[in-house]
């Protein structure tokens, strides 16, 4: 009987706790790539056939019309080497990151003042949305109604307040183009921010708020140690999502100045349009700018990742 069990024993080691955590955590792993795989063909499926296209695409000159001829590399050089293409990711540049830094700001600013209790404040959190929520194409042609800078109702409020005497073209002016194009982009993207973080402030502990009172911890401090920590996880990924679509609006500017005056408001978006149906009309010059553009894009999501990877692993 001793043998008999000795040698089961020796033959069926025993499995540690370490193991069947590591089996159990594989097991969970793949059970959750079985439920994700329906969604991700479907989603490979959509994204990966253009993004093929769009490389193949790019090694050709393709106008509109006409016959592909193959040209290698060119596209890319005629791109990287194009001044205009250099003032586009200038100007880019420039939009992206002062609308994102403003949304930030004011989105946080409102979110946090639609928490505290006052009368109208349902009213007021569903005003704040309509920037958003509105048609993009109606938004847009009021501003440029608003903006005129001949008959356009800001000029004239302006003069009745005695805070200009001429007219300003803002939408025709070197100057006034690019930061009035951004501040639109400001006044109809902040909302996103403001519902995403309103939200996530109504999940922050309220007894945290009351430990801190009691060690005397004012409001700037109770932002900083308590708020922001806790919200910072949605404020990550509101700020991932709201840079990709700004660094890829498109209709906000081609509607307003159209890349114009002198291409000062001309952005990637704008200058890939151009490329593709101005003057000539080349389709693999437009799909060699999306290429190009697309290894940034990638580089952000990335780094969302591991910043929300290391904080979930420091909790």
Not at 83 to 112: Q, R, Y
Request: proline share 5%.
């Amino acid at each position: 009987m001793r043998s008999a069990t000795s040698q089961k024993s020796h033959l069926a080691p025993a499995v540690s706790s370490g193991d069947l955590r590591k089996i159990a955590k594989r097991n969970e792993t793949l059970t959750g790539y079985a439920f994700l795989m329906p969604a991700i063909l479907v989603l490979g499926f959509i994204l990966l056939i253009p993004f093929v296209q769009a490389c193949i695409l790019s090694f050709y000159d393709k106008p509109i019309g006409g016959e592909a001829s193959y040209v290698g590399l060119h596209n890319y050089v005629a791109t990287l080497t194009d001044p205009k293409f250099a003032t586009a990711v200038g100007n880019t540049v420039v939009f992206v990151v002062f609308s994102i830094a403003f949304k930030i700001v004011i989105g946080m600013s409102v979110a946090l003042a639609l928490t505290a209790e006052f009368p109208g404040r349902g009213l007021a959190r569903v005003a704040v949305l309509i920037p958003w929520a509105l048609p993009e194409i109606s938004a847009i042609l009021s501003w440029v109604w608003m903006l005129d800078g001949n008959v356009g109702a800001l000029n004239s409020i302006l003069r009745k307040l005695g805070l200009v005497t001429t007219n300003i073209y803002f939408l025709s002016d070197r100057d006034w183009a690019l930061p009035t194009v951004t501040a639109i982009n400001i006044w109809r993207g902040f909302p996103f921010f403001t519902l995403t973080l309103l939200a996530a402030l109504q999940t922050v502990d309220g007894k945290l708020y009351e430990a801190a009172e009691l060690d005397g911890a004012n409001a700037w401090h109770k932002f900083w140690y308590i708020t922001l920590p806790s919200i910072m996880p949605v404020l990550l990924v509101t700020t991932l999502l709201s840079t990709i679509w700004t660094t890829n609006s498109f209709t906000t500017i081609f509607v307003l100045t159209g890349g114009g005056p002198s291409d000062i408001t001309t952005t990637v978006p704008i200058y890939t349009y151009d490329e593709a149906f101005k003057g000539y009309g080349n389709l693999g010059r437009a799909a060699s700018v999306a290429v190009i553009t697309l290894p940034f894009i990638i580089a952000m999501i990335v780094f969302l990742m591991r910043v929300m990877r290391k904080r979930e692993e420091m909790e």
